[in-house]
């Protein structure tokens, strides 16, 4: 994203009274415009979230980078697929559990996710295959004590998040022979009350380029807001948004499954 087109969000969230700006991407932090964009979201009064690699944290051209953020009290996102090594290196590759869990007591050591600290610190999990998460509350209780007791690393809530049938994960899918039976099994499991809450009922994706979509997902898939909605930042306007038709499709089952699933994880 270009410095031009940070300087429109910046200009459509001065419009409105939207309380958290979510920055994400492969390496958000990498954006030579990341920081200048935080302290003028933060000078505007707003929340913001820094979807997090964790092992960004031990880059050595980003040293100062969990000052940086504890300072302006950036909320932190990190997915983190299992409290095991074995697990988490078979998902994400060799050694990224040992990384992930040096970034954490970085960010432990800097208050993140300690008792009483306002710096949040929030983990992700998503299911290692064509199945739907277990409840969130208990995944999230055997992941703080396992998280603790292996390797002194506390947080404060874990995110479980459906496995949409998009991208790789769809690959996986037709390759193992399991897209319908898994579509049979996000069908099956539609939870109205999951449905109410979903991200894309109060969000906006915003692509590198300015063009918006009504999630992630649909970002992933080059859906971009339609029915008459405007679908670039350029032409922000929060009224026609608000009443916009969300553009929906089979992949969003996923959110709608279960106990519903969206960037903040259980729905219902």
């Given at each position: 994203?270009?410095?031009?087109?940070?300087?429109?969000?910046l200009?459509?969230?001065a419009?409105t009274?939207?309380?958290?700006?979510d920055?994400t991407?492969?390496?958000?932090e990498?954006?030579?415009?990341?920081r200048?964009?935080?302290?003028e979201?933060r000078?505007?009064g707003?929340?913001?979230?820094d979807r997090?690699n964790?092992?960004?944290?031990?880059?050595?051209?980003q040293?100062?980078?969990?000052?940086?953020?504890?300072?302006h009290?950036?909320?932190?996102?990190?997915?983190?697929?299992?409290?095991?090594?074995?697990?988490?290196d078979?998902q994400r590759?060799?050694?990224?559990?040992?990384?992930?869990?040096?970034?954490l007591?970085?960010l432990?050591?800097r208050?993140?996710?300690?008792?009483?600290?306002?710096?949040?610190l929030?983990?992700?999990?998503?299911?290692?295959g064509?199945?739907?998460?277990?409840?969130?509350?208990?995944?999230?209780?055997?992941?703080?004590r396992?998280?603790?007791r292996?390797?002194g690393?506390?947080?404060?809530?874990?995110?479980?998040?459906t496995?949409i049938?998009?991208?790789r994960?769809?690959?996986f899918?037709?390759?193992?022979?399991?897209?319908?039976?898994?579509?049979?099994?996000?069908?099956?499991?539609?939870?109205?009350?999951?449905?109410?809450?979903?991200?894309?009922?109060?969000?906006?994706?915003?692509?590198?380029?300015?063009?918006?979509?009504?999630?992630?997902?649909?970002?992933?898939?080059?859906?971009?807001?339609?029915?008459?909605a405007?679908?670039?930042?350029?032409?922000f306007?929060?009224?026609?948004?608000?009443?916009?038709?969300?553009v929906?499709g089979?992949?969003?089952y996923?959110?709608?499954?279960?106990?519903?699933?969206?960037?903040g994880?259980a729905?219902?």
């Amino acid at each position: 994203m270009t410095q031009d087109t940070f300087e429109l969000c910046l200009k459509a969230i001065a419009q409105t009274d939207v309380p958290t700006v979510d920055i994400t991407g492969g390496a958000p932090e990498l954006n030579p415009h990341f920081r200048w964009f935080v302290e003028e979201v933060r000078a505007l009064g707003r929340h913001v979230i820094d979807r997090c690699n964790l092992t960004i944290l031990l880059v050595p051209s980003q040293a100062d980078l969990a000052d940086f953020l504890a300072t302006h009290h950036v909320e932190i996102v990190a997915s983190l697929p299992s409290f095991t090594a074995t697990q988490t290196d078979a998902q994400r590759g060799e050694g990224v559990m040992d990384a992930s869990v040096e970034a954490l007591r970085l960010l432990n050591a800097r208050g993140y996710g300690q008792p009483d600290s306002p710096l949040i610190l929030n983990l992700v999990y998503n299911p290692n295959g064509a199945y739907l998460p277990a409840s969130q509350e208990s995944l999230e209780v055997r992941f703080k004590r396992e998280m603790q007791r292996r390797y002194g690393v506390v947080f404060n809530n874990l995110f479980t998040i459906t496995n949409i049938p998009i991208g790789r994960f769809l690959e996986f899918l037709v390759d193992t022979g399991n897209l319908q039976g898994y579509m049979k099994r996000l069908i099956s499991a539609f939870n109205p009350a999951a449905a109410r809450h979903v991200m894309c009922r109060n969000m906006l994706s915003i692509g590198w380029d300015g063009t918006m979509f009504d999630c992630d997902f649909n970002q992933m898939l080059d859906i971009q807001c339609n029915h008459g909605a405007p679908n670039h930042i350029r032409d922000f306007d929060i009224t026609r948004l608000r009443h916009r038709r969300i553009v929906t499709g089979p992949h969003c089952y996923g959110c709608t499954a279960g106990a519903g699933s969206s960037c903040g994880g259980a729905t219902a």
